[in-house]
């Protein structure tokens, strides 16, 4: 196996043996990257055991996996994460070489440090064909409308800006407002790296979207509402969902018509993104009052499927059904090939980086859960899978705050805001005292 060195930073390699890890700690290596997929071919030794070897040679060690044809901006910016960090020289390394080196100067064209024409003369002077890159950097310049995801780490959720490059109209997509459980403290972390990002680029917000009332999570919809002063809006299916919780919580003044949104879209109704136009499709089985928002070529399908190795969301919330979000799935598949499928949750399936951009070609051609089954293998599959899953750790925090449309509970005569929590009310939830059943206290 031949070390090729790119610079004084950077070598790329076909497969090492990592039983070489230990040599190359001795050659000044400091970092590994290994951007192969398991299983492409036989013997090859694999994430796990790569990650052994770096770690007992003293390498630190970076999982990226892809397949060339299905470069993501996530992957390249797991690279220059991964590269941008080490401690010292990088050896990168997939099957010939030639995609590690394909991520590098993804990474350094689009952060400005080498000119999309310098790529191909800097592929062959190592003796790769570096043809590849330069298109997906032409495809990727001529992608409208322009997609910005922020990826938050606690949750594991994937927050969006979708841009009309033209008029610097843009939409704001399953944004999230902090909050930490253990200590009660509410954050805006998140929702304020995003203004950061409209206010640098100069965007003017047209929306501000929620796809579902999440169960994980806290909408910042209503901080970003009093931050940019964008409508907000969601499903009209939400009364659904607002007056299932609200006899979960026993809260009556919670009103269940919606209005605490300015405007609910019904399946099929249109918005728009400076000229371009987005188009809402009813999605539920996850929830009630689940939808995709299509926009362009690009459809945010949040919790219908995740990426192809993370297959499905779960079904199993008050109001959600197998049966149902398999029909939503198919409507998304039944979509153009090339749509590009942006999914609301990643979590991270085999340690690998975060991801959350396919395509509908892709999920249909390999998705775990879709791929090669019919609706009834589909929703066997999901309902005993469900069955296994503990309630997320914020559902019962979460939905009081997002069926309010992301308000915090109003402040009592103390100053201060508080959470309720009903006890053995989620009839059938999987609980973690497995097999004990709810309290029947
Ligand atoms: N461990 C996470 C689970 C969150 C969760 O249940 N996520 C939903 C989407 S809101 C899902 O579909 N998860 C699928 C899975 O965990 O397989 C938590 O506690 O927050
Ligand atoms: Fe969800």
Redesign the pocket.
């Known amino acids: 196996m031949h070390i090729i060195r790119i610079n004084d930073r950077l070598s790329v390699s076909a497969q090492p043996d990592p039983a070489s890890f230990a040599t190359f700690a001795t050659q000044g290596y400091k970092a590994l990257i290994n951007v192969r997929p398991d299983g492409e071919e036989p013997g090859q030794p694999g994430n796990a055991a790569e990650q052994a070897a770096a770690s007992a040679s003293g390498l630190s060690y970076s999982f990226i996996p892809v397949a060339g044809s299905r470069i993501t901006e996530a992957d390249i910016a797991a690279f220059q994460d991964a590269f941008g960090s080490a401690k010292g020289p990088v050896l990168a390394h997939c099957k010939s070489g030639a995609r590690a080196l394909t991520l590098y100067v993804l990474g350094e064209v689009r952060e400005g440090r080498m000119q999309r024409d310098e790529v191909e003369v800097l592929g062959r002077n190592h003796g790769f064909d570096l043809s590849a890159a330069v298109r997906w950097l032409d495809a990727d310049a001529a992608r409208v409308p322009k997609v910005k995801a922020w990826f938050d780490v606690r949750?594991s959720s994937v927050q969006y800006i979708v841009i009309d490059p033209a008029s610097k109209h843009c939409v704001i997509i399953d944004p999230v407002l902090d909050f930490d459980e253990k200590s009660g403290a509410t954050g805006t972390m998140n929702a304020d790296a995003i203004l950061a990002y409209v206010a640098a680029e100069g965007l003017t917000v047209a929306w501000i979207l929620d796809t579902h009332p999440?169960?994980?999570h806290f909408s910042a919809a209503q901080y970003l509402k009093g931050k940019t002063g964008a409508p907000t809006a969601t499903s009209d299916h939400v009364t659904d969902v607002q007056a299932l919780w609200k006899d979960i919580y026993n809260e009556p003044e919670i009103a269940t018509d919606g209005s605490q949104w300015d405007r609910l879209f019904a399946d099929g109704e249109t918005f728009k993104v400076g000229s371009i136009e987005g188009r809402v499709l009813l999605s539920p089985g996850?929830t009630l009052s689940s939808i995709t928002y299509l926009v362009g070529d690009a459809a945010f399908i949040h919790?219908t499927m995740f990426m192809p190795d993370g297959g499905t969301?779960?079904a199993d919330f008050p109001g959600g059904s197998a049966k149902v979000l398999w029909g939503s799935i198919q409507q998304i598949l039944a979509l153009p090939d090339e749509t590009r499928l942006f999914t609301g949750?990643d979590?991270q399936p085999g340690g690998r980086h975060p991801r959350w951009e396919s395509t509908v070609a892709e999920q249909r051609r390999i998705n775990l859960h879709v791929a090669g089954t019919d609706e009834a293998g589909f929703v066997a599959q999901r309902e005993a899978?469900d069955l296994t899953?503990?309630m997320?750790?914020?559902l019962l925090h979460a939905l009081q705050v997002n069926i309010r449309g992301g308000r915090l509970p109003a402040r009592e005569n103390d100053g201060r805001r508080y959470l309720k929590f009903p006890l053995d009310a989620l009839e059938g939830s999987t609980s973690d005292f497995r097999g004990q059943g709810l309290g029947g206290l």
Do not use: E, G, I, V
């Open positions: 949750t999440h169960a994980d996850h919790d969301a779960r949750h979590y899978r899953l503990s997320p750790k914020l």
